[in-house]
């Protein structure tokens, strides 16, 4: 009983993890590739540059959802809250 | 109720152990391996340099050096600061780093936490030689203790740094591969490819965004490290 309340509680908390995460990275990368096709509408001759720090911006949000689902990962798959359970 | 496989999936690393302390065996290997894919690629290149007409190889190398180059100057402006070659090295071992776990069979090196960690303790120790040499170390003391309530918020940006900046990097190749290896495992062999392929593609973008973002973070706090302030500089 106790097993499957950890297991289901572990998997609710991945989706999260995931589901919120990667919510917000979306979010993010629409606002940062948004504003670029804007800079470059107005200035065409900047889009070189943008386009890098477009690249930087995206890479540093992506991080984020990233890390969340290596952790997630590692709740499911080397599960630390059921071994407490099992004593193991 | 659907049986799930039982899934064994390999994330500790071999170890061997020499006077006490524990090494990463396949992480050693795959460092050296792409060290000596850096020397071979340095010794064609090497062997193809003309003064003449370049070479297509020529071009290609001289076109991604200046830009590294070019960016690095942009960015340390007016400093006393040289790290061209630095930047150029970092970005192109993360390069191929980051790139050999895509080759089936091998893994990255970077897949290891030890690997980034190392490197961005280099670039904290760069930020700090750097900081004491341009501000002197009575400057540099006064930048840590301005606003004594601020000292420990001060130390703690600077620890942040390299654990976020080797974080950042381990994290997204260990996963990118972890995924892979799953995509393999849990999804049926007739359709796997697909989203194989897919992850694929997206782990060539990550692995050289990546690489870009630590070799540009680096310099980046170094110029932050650098900057001469106004008033009490």
Redesign the interface.
């Known amino acids: 009983m106790e097993r499957a309340i950890v297991l289901g509680a572990t998997v609710i908390a991945f989706g999260l993890l995931l589901g919120l995460s990667a919510l917000g990275a979306g979010i993010g990368d629409g606002l940062v590739s948004s504003r670029t096709v804007e800079g470059t509408a107005r200035q065409p001759e900047m889009q070189g540059r943008l386009f890098?720090l477009m690249?930087?911006g995206?890479?540093?949000i992506?991080?984020l959802p990233?890390?969340g689902?290596?952790l997630g990962?590692f709740l499911i798959?080397?599960n630390p809250l059921l071994a407490q359970i099992t004593g193991k | 109720m659907i049986a799930l496989p039982r899934l064994q999936i390999e994330v500790t690393h071999p170890t061997i152990n020499i006077a006490g302390l524990d090494f990463n065996v396949d992480t050693i290997r795959n460092t050296l391996i792409v060290c000596g894919l850096l020397l071979v690629l340095g010794a064609i290149l090497r062997s193809q340099l003309r003064v003449g007409v370049p070479t297509q190889l020529q071009n290609a190398t001289e076109a991604v050096v200046e830009y590294i180059n070019n960016l690095t100057e942009e960015t340390l402006q007016g400093r006393n600061v040289t790290l061209g070659p630095l930047a150029i090295t970092l970005i192109t071992f993360l390069l191929i780093a980051n790139w050999l776990g895509l080759v089936p069979g091998l893994k990255s090196p970077t897949n290891d936490w030890n690997t980034t960690l190392g490197l961005a303790l280099m670039s904290f120790v760069l930020v700090q030689y750097y900081s004491i040499r341009s501000r002197r170390l009575g400057g540099y003391l006064k930048h840590l203790l301005l606003v004594p309530p601020y000292f420990p918020l001060t130390v703690i940006d600077e620890l942040a740094k390299p654990i976020t900046l080797s974080f950042r990097l381990y994290f997204n190749i260990f996963v990118g591969e972890l995924l892979l290896t799953l995509i393999i495992v849990l999804i049926p062999t007739w359709i796997s490819w697909l989203p194989g392929a897919l992850w694929t593609l997206f782990s060539l973008f990550i692995g050289a965004v990546q690489a870009f973002i630590f070799t540009v973070l680096t310099v980046s706090y170094v110029a932050i490290a650098t900057e001469v302030e106004e008033g009490h500089g």
């Open positions: 890098t690249v930087i995206i890479g540093f992506e991080a990233i890390i689902l290596g990962l798959f080397a």
